[in-house]
């Protein structure tokens, strides 16, 4: 079975991060807050988020970033991580304004 999931990330607070996976009706998710900039945690987020569920990088297929409003800095962080694993991955990143967001199937 070829594993298609979508990744969210919302940087919008300079000081939580919070990323989303979603496959389906499957969802997992993470959210960290902390006294370190959202540049500093959240791709750590992310890799333990996959590791935690044994799912390969290679298995997304979309990546959607918060575009705000929020933090300036923080919002930059999510669409920076979130071009790197677009072009990575070769796959499409979105913005979007809310957790609302299409799910592969």
Known sequence: MNKQWSLYIDTSDIHTARVVLRMRDMEYSA??????????TVLLMIDRLLKIHA???SDIVAVYVHQGPG??????VGAAVAN??????????????SLAFPVYT
Not at 71 to 76: E, K, P, V
Not at 91 to 97: A, K, T
Request: no cysteine; proline share 3%.
């Open 71 to 76: 933090s300036y800095t923080g919002l930059r």
């Open 31 to 40: 959210e960290e807050s902390s006294r370190l900039h959202t540049s500093q």
């Open 55 to 57: 799912i390969h990088l």
């Open 84 to 97: 790197m694993l677009s072009r990575l991955l070769q796959i499409p990143v979105n913005g979007q304004r």
